[in-house]
């Protein structure tokens, strides 16, 4: 069943078209990888779920999230949303998290505003979340700062706090470009396993082929503000049927090529 | 023949109120003439200071570093020796390394002047590193990413480097320039006969235009070898996990290996070999000994 739906999403931004009619659906307990270059328009497709795009943006299409279509939502219901049944991750955990707050302060804000949960239980639930992203010793990590943290616990604690309100749709917008391979190998486990566990539906933006192989159920290959190509992993990695899905695996670097 | 020997080099970091950080810990390294050496390593294992060092910008500790022939001794307030500016230097972020108040001729004509070349213009650099010759009337803020990178490239290039040192000099670039830019260097490089030290976290990257790889870890180098060999048969245990973590694209949905615990901390080294807490085949003699010898520095790899 689906969960999120986009259909014909079009974008653009002082005239200039940025999507073209993008279609794409997120289906529960699935990780949709969305490939594609730079400027292709991966990430606006991501921030326009989340009602996130720049000032000035004109929007057209759908995105139904169940029967609400997130698009046409008014800014104090798209609020309620933002966050709570749709959440995110950003490229870059050491711009993306607060340095001044505490892990536990940034855990907990979002808990209390949307599940209307009081300071202990806030609390316990961000001490539970710590440990569900595997952060070693959660008691003491939940009262330090970002930066007593490298960028790959940085990463977990992002996850955690989009995770903190049960979100049903996690959108990561290239969750371990900035990490290293050793560190991105342990985030993409922890991803691929919260997305079993807790059923969430998960878009995966991300420019590396090697991760979307290894975590993506579903692959969808942007170029232009356009989606070429979309079908199982196996399917678009191996025997991609679109001229630029196949110009993008050969022009990797490796045996198989 | 060999340019730039790093020997038994150790940097130290001093702050006030901490423990020394000891960020190169005994690293030795060669460069040939036209030769591209790829040094990778996770972040936080010394490469950039290793970097640093070479450029003189981090004083040695202990050890030596000599290029061409020649000491190289930490830079001052006075002129650096003329012999030393056969190395140049391209910096990670290309929004911090070039001055954003002037024209990008002026600043690639800087390096001109130390190489005393009167003949060639800023332009000509600019069509070198493939950016158009009228871009040298410009300023920085009106390039993107990868536009200012090709700059510092040309600026660095401007001085005619033997030596041309990239520390992670793409990863502040988008995905799809990052290729672009590093086989723009590669090239140049060894076009004209330099040698490039390239330092990236970017293994995919690295293996592209590497002639040799040096994996780094915790201040030390644990393995040296040429690019395919270390790619088709990976000897240390560390050099494996890192290449088993590389996810491969083959639409299997295998997820990566992963390798246990987070790089500890250089103020505090475990004692040994300083992997073996994470190594997934240490022994006894890992946890009493550190392996100083090459070309793989692993007890299992013991020269005999």
Known sequence: MSLLAISDLKVSIGGKEILRGVDLDLRAGRVHGLAGESGSGKTMTGLAVLGLLPHGARTSGRIAL????????????????????????????????????????????????????????????????????????PEAAIDRYPH????????????????????????????TTALDVTVQAGVLRLLRGLCDDLGLAVL?????????????????????????????????????THPYTRALLESLPGETS | MTLLTVDDLVVEHRTPGRPLVRAVAGASLTVAAGEVVGLVGESGCGKSTLARAVCGLNPAASGTITFDGHPVTPLGLRRRNRALAGIQMVFQDP???????????????????????????????????????????????????????????ARALAARPTMLIGDEPIS?????????????????????????????????????????????????????????????????????????????????????????????????????????????????????????????????????
């Open chain 1, 148 to 175: 007593q943290f490298s960028g790959g616990m940085r990463q977990r604690i992002a996850i955690a706090i989009a995770l903190a309100c049960s979100p049903k749709v996690l959108i990561a917008d290239e969750p």
């Open chain 2, 95 to 153: 929004y911090a390394s070039l001055n954003p108040r002037r024209r990008v001729g002026a600043q690639i004509a800087d390096g001109l002047r130390t190489a005393g070349d009167t003949v060639t213009a800023p332009a000509d650099l600019l069509e070198r590193v493939g950016l158009p010759r009228d871009f040298a009337g410009r300023h920085p803020h009106e390039f993107s990413g990868g536009q200012r990178q090709r700059i510092a490239i």
């Open chain 1, 66 to 137: 169940g029967e609400r279509d997130l698009l046409a939502m008014p800014a104090k219901e798209l609020n309620t949303v933002r966050g709570g049944e749709v959440a995110m991750v950003f490229q870059d955990p050491a711009t993306s998290l607060h340095p001044m707050l505490s892990v536990g302060r940034q855990l907990t804000e979002h808990m209390r505003h949307h599940l209307g949960l009081d300071r202990k239980q806030a609390r316990a639930r961000a001490l539970e979340l710590l440990g569900q992203v595997r952060i070693p010793g």
């Open chain 2, 172 to 304: 502040a670039l988008d995905a799809s320039a990052q290729a672009q830019v590093a086989r723009l260097m590669r090239d140049l490089a060894v076009e004209s006969g330099a040698g490039l030290l390239f330092i990236s976290h970017d293994l995919s990257v690295v293996r592209l235009i590497a002639d040799r790889i040096a994996v780094m870890y915790l201040g030390k180098i644990v393995e040296v070898g040429r690019t395919a060999e270390v790619w088709a048969d990976p000897r240390h245990p560390y050099t494996r996990a890192l290449l088993g973590a590389i996810p491969a694209p083959d639409g299997a949905g295998v997820l990566p290996a992963e390798l246990s615990g987070d790089v500890p901390d250089p103020a505090d080294p475990p004692s040994g070999c300083r992997f073996h807490p994470r190594c997934p085949v240490a022994m006894d003699v890992c946890r009493e000994r550190e392996p100083t010898f090459g070309p793989v520095a692993c007890w299992l790899h013991e020269p005999a």
């Open chain 1, 204 to 240: 995966l933006v991300t420019h590396d082929l090697g991760v979307m192989s290894a975590v993506a159920d579903e692959v969808s290959v942007m170029k232009e503000g356009l989606v070429v190509e979309t079908g199982p992993r196996g399917q678009v990695l191996r025997d991609p």
